[in-house]
């Protein structure tokens, strides 16, 4: 049984672990690569004068077209970006900031890369072979469009990530016109702000709302958390339910009153309320055979430990069973899995059997053992 703390958490966010290879993690936003943990002393925000840099090792240059920067040029936008080549999420975030700097290129827009590591390290990446979108190429020859450089005093990453409170990468900055932060996020998000900065249309201060609500709602959840695994989820609730009272964006209103429905579910405090919001979710999926298996995984894997569910798992099987016949191939052996432990779920142990029995033969290699293996525990259940 997994521990109570760690089950909230992988539930709050939808990343629950089955067999479901390709299922397990939402689209867009790729997973942070956390780096060591940094002091959150938040000495550094939107609005903030961005520090001077002070890089041992600038590697790329654009070509000649840059020179290295240490102070902002007033009139000029500069995007200063932390990454690693140990960091999944940063390497495919490369191509996206080689194209961002050749389309401004040109406009006084600079993007410079900052690592950490020992610059060996960063010469043996460059060398390694990636897939652009013009094909295939190297790491060398992408960054070769911005500046990249590695800081192995990381005095960078202690003026800029730890005195923001950001333990994450990649993460970059944006320096506006005036030296000042404008922007704080994931590189591959960059393209709005930068073209609102460029014709003087960005807003920072709504920016700065949002950012500083963000936060706050970050620290918040790992209170919710907190409370929710130690049994307390009645002060949890009531710790989302101030939250919801108080003036938030609404994308993050949004997440609390979906984070409420997963306490409450998880913590089988099933009610009226509970059923109609993940009806509801369903209904909302349909035609997104991912979403709609993300919430049959969070749904099965409740009902493992938590009595009620029976409604709820009825109508999944059918939110999923709607989306079997529109299903890509490559998630096809995926969702017949997933309906099959929707079904062990709610004692259907013959449906259970017919799904899993499909996954198997629309699964090959080390998967197909896997399955195989579920589908002889399925049958030995019926015995």
Known sequence: MAHPLLRIVLIVVFCAVATAGSLIFPEGRPATSAHAAAPTTNSLSIGGKAPELDVEHWVSDGNGFFEPVSSFENGKIYVVEFWATWCGPCAASIPRLA???????????????????????????????VQSPTGPTTFGELTSAYCLTTDPDRSAYTGYMEAAGQDGIPTAFVVGKSGLI?????PTELEEPLDQLINDSWDREAFRRNYEAQKQYEIMMQRVSELAGTGKATQAIELIDKQ????????IRKSWVAVRQQVK??????DDEVVAYFKQEMASNKGDAVAQARLAIMLFQTANEVSGLDELLKAVAAAMEAEIPGASADILSDMHDILAHVYESSG??????KHQEQAVELTVGRAKQRSQAYLEELKASQK
């Open 182 to 186: 404008e922007w704080i996020g994931f």
């Open 99 to 129: 194209e961002l700097q050749k389309k401004y290129r040109g406009q006084d827009v600079q993007i410079v890369g900052i690592s950490d590591e020992p610059l060996s390290d960063i010469n043996a990446f460059l060398k390694r072979e």
């Open 348 to 353: 259907k142990i013959d449906e259970a059997i």
């Open 244 to 251: 919801l009272s108080s003036d938030l964006p609404e994308a």
């Open 265 to 270: 579910l998880i913590s089988g405090l099933v």
